[in-house]
């Protein structure tokens, strides 16, 4: 079973960048076995897919945050990046990397972790 | 995009009730591509059902999921004391993949 850990800045200043890894253990992210995507939740509210990369390259986002997020994956290092740029509060939430089959959906889902917008 | 519309937003039940929670497309979902998760607080979501009716892997049968095109139905036979969630369904079918806003299973 593969396991997912997200780590990065709790507090990030408006404007600026958010900037999130996500360190994958017991599966290759290179490997077509699974996809790969990030999604978010505001403090009580519901979730959000921002997008998902796959290994051959194909990559998609969701067109309300196309314009200001990337998505990449690392390799060597075994490891997924989302950054997310120009950001507000409303991008304040729990950001989760999660695997994913394309016929099942989201199959295994890190802890999340909390990303304050504020100055 | 393909909005999720799930009710109700609460539902108050005892345990051993059968619980059934409801979740509406704006339009068809692609080959049934509709999934439900569980969320307890302070937890990821955990996958639960797939293609609308298939159980993931570990889940107890009390938990089923049924319909098609735009009507879907996940329902908790008899609930069990850690029952007690929020359950979100999510379309992977058409991109932007989409969420409902969740339902709120809590104790009566």
């Known amino acids: 079973q593969v396991q997912l850990q997200e780590s990065g800045p709790g507090l990030v200043k408006p404007s600026e960048t958010l900037s999130l890894t996500c360190t994958v253990s017991?599966?290759?992210?290179?490997?077509?076995?699974?996809?790969w995507s990030w999604i978010r939740q505001p403090p009580g509210r519901g979730l959000e897919w921002i997008g998902y990369i796959y290994y051959n390259g194909d990559i998609k986002y969701n067109p309300s945050l196309t314009s200001r997020v990337t998505m990449s994956q690392d390799t060597s290092k075994n490891q997924l990046s989302l950054k997310l740029n120009s950001v507000t509060a409303a991008d304040t939430a729990v950001y989760y990397c999660a695997s994913g089959v394309f016929v099942v959906g989201l199959t295994g889902w890190g802890q999340g972790t909390l990303v304050t917008v504020s100055s | 995009e393909i909005v999720l519309t799930q009710s109700p937003g609460t539902l108050s039940l005892s345990p051993g009730e059968r619980a059934t929670l409801s979740c509406r497309a704006s339009q068809s979902v692609s080959s049934n591509y509709l999934a439900w998760y569980q969320q307890k607080p302070g937890q990821a979501p955990r996958l639960l059902i797939y293609?609308?009716?298939s159980r993931a892997t570990g889940i107890p049968d009390r938990f089923s999921g049924s319909g098609s095109g735009t009507e879907f139905t996940l329902t908790l036979s008899r609930l069990e004391p850690e029952d007690f969630a929020v359950y979100h369904c999510q379309q992977y079918g058409t991109s932007p993949w989409t969420f409902g806003q969740g339902t709120n299973v809590e104790i009566k």
């Open positions: 293609g609308a009716s």
């Open positions: 017991g599966g290759s992210v290179n490997s077509g076995t699974y996809y």
